[in-house]
Structure formats: C-alpha cells, structure tokens
C-alpha cells in the first residue's frame, strides 16, 4: 500500500497543504481525461480546506471539468445545520461552481430510498466504465469511523452495494445516515484523511499501527495519504511509505 503520513504545526498549514494536493490530484487527472471525480467528506475538519479551495483555488483547474461527490449525508435537509451537503456548498461549492455536483438525495422517502438511489446516480454516471474516484476525502472519527461506517457496523461488511442507510451511534447529532461503503470508498485513484486535534489521536494510532479500525479498511488501488496536525499524531516521526 502507497501510503504517506505529513503532519502540520497548524490547521491552516494543514488545510493549505490539503487544497494543494487535492487541486494537483484533479489537474494531473484532467490531463489525461476530459473530467475528474471528487468525493468530500463531512463534518468539521475539512471546512478549512473546503474555504482554502474555494478562496484561493478558483482558477487553479477549470472547475466546470469536476464532478463532485459526497462519501456520506445526515439524513436531513440540506439547508440543515447538520447536512454535509449544506457545509460544502456554504464553505466550497458556491466558489469553485462544480461543473456537477452530485448530491446525496436526502428528500427521499426514507434513508434506504435515498441510498438506493445516491446509488443509481454514481452507476449512471460511470455508465458502463469502471467505477473510480479520481480524489477520495475522508476524516476519521475518534471511535477511528469514516464517512458513516462505525466499528462493529455490518456495513462494514458490505461487498456488492454501493451506498447503503447507516445508523449512527446514540447521541450522534443526526442518527439516521446515507454512506458509500467499503469497496465504493476503495473504487478511488487517491485517497487523503484530512485529521487533526487530540480526540483523534487513538483513532490515529490503532488505524496506522494495529488495523483492527474500519479506517484500516480503506486500500485503494491507488494512494493514500494521511494530512493531519501535530495534536492528531505527536508521535509521528513516520517518514513517507
Ligand atoms: C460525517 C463525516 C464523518 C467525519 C468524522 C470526523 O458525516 O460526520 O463524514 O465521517 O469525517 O466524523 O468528523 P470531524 O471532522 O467533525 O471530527
């Protein structure tokens, strides 16, 4: 596996580095093909990515070349304070103007519908082409999940589907989640964890060291590389591998 670790004094550092390595991502893959894929993640820590990109980044690719994706959604509204859609399209989406952007369809009748469907949407996309992400985000979660996929989850274990209806743990802020599983989040050329603060730090270590995490899970075909903070990983020292 083509892994790399870099670790940043500051989150701005870290979400500098990010928007930098996500646009030469994109535009090494519009060199060889007319459009390029990129799947956000959720959450908090990649906000300052998303407004670096947006802020800084408008005229490193032609954005309109890009179709955007997304890993996972809260099953709510998407002008929810609790939607990733909401965040990206507040932080990133409205500066760069996506050419598409793929929304995961939260007005569905119920999660799985909306699963079943985000679902029909990527396969239509890639038509009859081998499914894969150009550039693949992720965080990490304390408890070491990405996207919606929890420790212990049965989805974990998913091989044949795409997306599929999750439950977050108890006292989650939105229970009911839509996620890519396993093997669509793998369908990727490049993934990037975007992780930082020291609530992450075991999610950190027993991910990289002892692999029993549902992070551990992800092996893309291509690379992968860890962007994290100081406070995320104090004992680093990895070099790139
Ligand atoms: C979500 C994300 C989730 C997130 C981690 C880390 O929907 O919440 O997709 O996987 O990346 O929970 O979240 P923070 O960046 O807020 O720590």
Known sequence: MNRTIKV?????????????????????????????????????????????????????????????????????????????????????????????????????????????????????????????????????????HIASLFPGSDDLEETERLVVASKAPEGSPVRDRITLTVPALNASRSVIFLVEGSKKQQAIRKTLHDGNTPAARIRPSGKIAWLVDEAAYPDHGESAR
Do not use: C
């Not at 390595?21 to 990129?38: C, H, V, Y």
């Not at 490193?60 to 070349?65: F, I, V």
């Open 8 to 144: 940043y004094s500051t989150s701005q550092l870290l979400a500098q580095a990010a928007a930098n390595q996500i646009t030469q991502l994109l535009k090494s893959a519009l060199g060889t093909r007319d459009r390029a894929s990129l799947v956000l993640t959720g959450g908090s820590t990649p906000r300052r990515t998303y407004q670096v990109l947006a802020e800084q980044h408008q005229n490193s690719l032609d954005w309109q070349r890009i179709d955007v994706f997304f890993g996972d959604d809260r099953f709510v509204p998407h002008d929810h304070p609790e939607s990733n859609y909401g965040m990206a399209a507040e932080t990133l989406l409205e500066g760069i103007q996506p050419g598409a952007v793929y929304a995961i369809p939260t007005d569905e009748a119920s999660p799985a519908a909306a699963a079943e469907a985000y679902e029909a949407s990527i396969r239509s996309h890639f038509k009859n082409t081998r499914i894969l992400f150009d550039v693949m985000l992720l965080g990490l979660g304390a408890d070491a």
